[in-house]
């Protein structure tokens, strides 16, 4: 699968307010985000503001030696969450293999390359639990943990199991 449409020009720029100011050390992956996957993701946890929202992010990830690894994010797949609170949401592993075949099945070439959920009026960080999600089941240096606080409209990324977070590229089509 090609990441250009065809006859379009492409151009990726930081997220304006959705990168990673405070982090100085350089990064160990870049998230490209194309806006259909945006699009998605945002509909999906401004639906209910009042408790947190989850799913599974889809793309594929390039690997060159001594570069960051790019993470390009294609396609979401929301979740029902397991339980759900205004500050809390889970999910269970045993839904993602049924999501995983679905995709896989019109969209061989896509790989899961991570989780999103929702911080509805918290901003944006990994909490505790979400440290520990991210250890535990997002162990690749360029698995990406996406949030987004529905209230504010923020957005923000980490990457790796210490989820350390990382720039956000969005593509401008001319």
Known sequence: MS?????????WRDLPGMSSDEDHHAPASLVKLFPAALAAVQ??????????????????????????SIVTILTSHP????????????MLRDQWPPVWRRLTSCKPDLQFVGWYHSHPGHGIFLSATDLRTQALWFRQPWHVALV????????GAFCGPQGHRTPILALEID
């Open 3 to 11: 990441d250009n449409p065809a006859g379009d020009i492409l151009e």
């Open 43 to 68: 509909d999906h946890l401004c639906r209910d503001i009042t408790m947190e929202q989850v799913g599974l992010l889809f793309g594929h990830v390039e690997e060159t030696a001594g570069k960051p």
């Open 148 to 155: 987004f606080d529905p209230v504010s409209h923020s957005l």
């Open 79 to 90: 979740l029902d969450p397991a339980s759900a609170s205004s500050t809390h949401v889970a």
